[in-house]
């Protein structure tokens, strides 16, 4: 019997992100020097944060590597860095042996065609709203938003609903 989406966002333990056109709206900016520039959301620090106040590791699998990128996980204590990957679906044995996870606790949440080799390989599959129509058709979840507009927040928000941490998480805040 297939697993439900509340049940597969209940697993994640991990929950793995692509950067460009995930954590940010896909833009390059690059100065005058050559120097490469991203701009993230922060509701999606938020709810990286979020997930890792009740457990979940957020790590990063991209196909490229950026500065910008380095500092940004550093402001979020993600130490899961896995850059410069052609073969995202390549990578799960080394990220599975290093977290010693269960591809069925991992969650990924990509945009694009370089996503769907990681995507099919993990328990959970992620998509944001403008993600490619194949990534769309591969994903258990697709947020209602775009990436770097608060896609990795609301899907954050999702997988702590589904664990019955969402209440807890809110009562940080009334208090």
Request: hydrophobic letters at 45%.
């Amino acid at each position: 019997m297939p697993l439900s989406l509340a049940d597969r966002l209940r697993a994640i333990r991990l929950l793995l992100l692509d950067v460009d056109g995930v954590l940010t709206d896909g833009a390059i900016v690059y100065s005058d020097n050559g120097s490469e520039t991203k701009a993230f959301n922060v509701k999606d620090g938020l709810g990286i944060r979020m997930l890792q106040r009740t457990g979940i590791t957020v790590g990063i699998v991209t196909g490229r590597r950026s500065e910008s990128l380095y500092c940004r996980c550093r402001n979020l204590d993600i130490d899961l860095v896995f850059d410069g990957v052609a073969d995202k679906g390549a990578a799960l044995p080394s990220i599975l042996q290093k977290t010693g996870l269960t591809a069925e606790a991992v969650g990924f949440m990509g945009d694009d065609l370089p996503d769907l080799p990681l995507m099919r390989k993990v328990g959970t599959a992620l998509a944001v709203a403008d993600a490619a129509p194949e990534v769309i058709s591969a994903a258990h979840l697709v947020t209602s938003r775009a990436g770097g507009k608060g896609a990795v927040r609301e899907a954050g928000e999702a997988i702590l609903r589904a664990r019955g941490d969402w209440e807890a998480i809110l009562s940080g805040y009334r208090s």
